[in-house]
């Protein structure tokens, strides 16, 4: 194949100095009552010292460690039941010591840190000419396989060389608020997509009207009594109820962070096990630009794909996608419309490749199959690899096949512009194959990226290496289109 492509020598690796300091409950409740009640008992002076020990050691390595020991401890008196007489005369100390105990560091890319996708910063400061600033995100695992959304910054050179800014010092936690308001018909949708009981389910949100706020939901549920009483099927939806609000969210992060330093934690019931491949794309629509990131929430059983929307890389809104045909991973957004109706990239029974159109961004029930495994590196399955990337000559997908081995191999279609579900290429052979290196690590035998862009007469393709770490590769423009129309 005439394709010339350029491995760059960058290595972008985990970092386990990366820390946040996140809720921790060491065990039951009685236990947790315990370590409360021998903080209490500490006189004011021992408290005071084992405090300052504490932020000695620790605030040096995290943003205002003291307001969120405050927060951890409201919280485990929350969860216990204590108020009132129980802390009244306790001191800002002694409770900024017990929200230490339920406090501990987690190392979020101690793991991996792969699976990169690349946009056009929305800041864009004076540069020399032909250089660009870049947004990188990429999934960073920790202990745990618990991943979690991350972000680099950098600049792309007039030759595409790629400079990346030093990760900043201190990771910062955003701020994470519940203040959707659910369209009721809507909410009953997904639960039945999701195949809870509609009845049921019906009979739980009786008291809501049409639309409903966060907060009405979770007084609706508390006037249903004690969930200990219910039927499991009953309680089954409860949970269900609260889990598909849960995942309806705000994240704020103070302006004072830099983009490194921004995380998108799992927070929700529907993330406890992390978030997934975000594949973030730049979406134009007329004056209007936006970006958009696919991802998958996963708790360890049921996965549910999720859209993040921002402006600026500070403030995002989650929230879940809606309809038949997306229920499965790996699904990109076109970086506009197509038809003035939107258009996604999706895998919708795992295993081909499909186009996906809708008049709403959020739901989804209209597919039409784009392409299926053909060649010998690909036939477990292909899926794209990051939304389609507009020439003039057709749509740019790159994409990827699993093969023998489980071997993970990146190549490329060519789509027409006006209808994306005509193929006019595609690749016999993978782009990328992984190399002696590229091979070893957390999962081997694995190339992968979730979003490429087009700089300086080439594409620029961020990919992961067996799910350990991350690089680049470039290759040039016109060759490879030219290679895509021999292929048709």
Known sequence: MNVPVHRHAIRMLPDSTRVLARFFMPGKADRAASIIDKVAGFSEKEATRSLEDVLRRFAPRHRNISSLYESHYERIREMLGRGGSDTDGMSIDKKMLIGSYFTMEYSIESAAFFNPSIVIDPYQPDLPEGHTRVILSFRATGEGHLS????????????????????????DVAETVNRHTYDKADFLEKLSEM????????????????????????????????????????????????????????????RDTG?????????????????????????????????????????????????????DFYQFKAVPLHGEMVQNKGMSLFPRKVNNRYAMIGRCDGVNLYILYSDDIHYWSEAIPLAS???????????????????????????????????????????????PSRIIGRLPEPLLFPDAEEREGYVPNVVYSCGSILHAGELVIPYAMADSASSFATIPLESLLAELKRSG
């Open 373 to 419: 495994p053909l060649y010998p590196w690909e036939i477990v399955q292909i899926g794209n690899s990051g939304s389609p990337i507009e020439t003039s000559e057709g749509w740019l997908l790159v994409n990827h096949g699993v093969g023998p081995m489980r071997t993970y191999c990146l190549s490329a279609l060519l789509l027409d512009l006006e209808d």
């Open 195 to 254: 195949k809870i009981s509609q009845e049921i389910a019906a009979e739980v949100l009786d008291s809501l009207g049409t639309s409903f706020k966060y907060g009405a939901m979770r007084d609706a549920i508390a006037e249903l009594g004690d969930r200990s009483a219910m039927t499991h099927a009953y309680r089954k939806v409860v949970n269900a109820v609260e889990w598909l609000a849960n995942s309806h969210y705000d994240v704020t992060f103070s």
């Open 148 to 171: 979690s959304i991350v972000f680099r910054g950098g600049v792309l050179t007039d030759k595409n060389e790629i400079i990346i800014d030093s990760p900043g010092r201190l990771v």
């Open 259 to 311: 983009l490194s330093e921004r995380v998108i934690y799992p927070v929700s019931e529907t993330e406890s096990n992390g978030l997934e491949d975000a594949r973030f794309v730049r979406f134009s629509d007329g004056d209007s630009v936006l970006y958009y990131a696919t991802y998958t929430a996963y708790n360890g059983q049921t996965i549910l794909p999720k859209l993040l929307v921002t402006e």
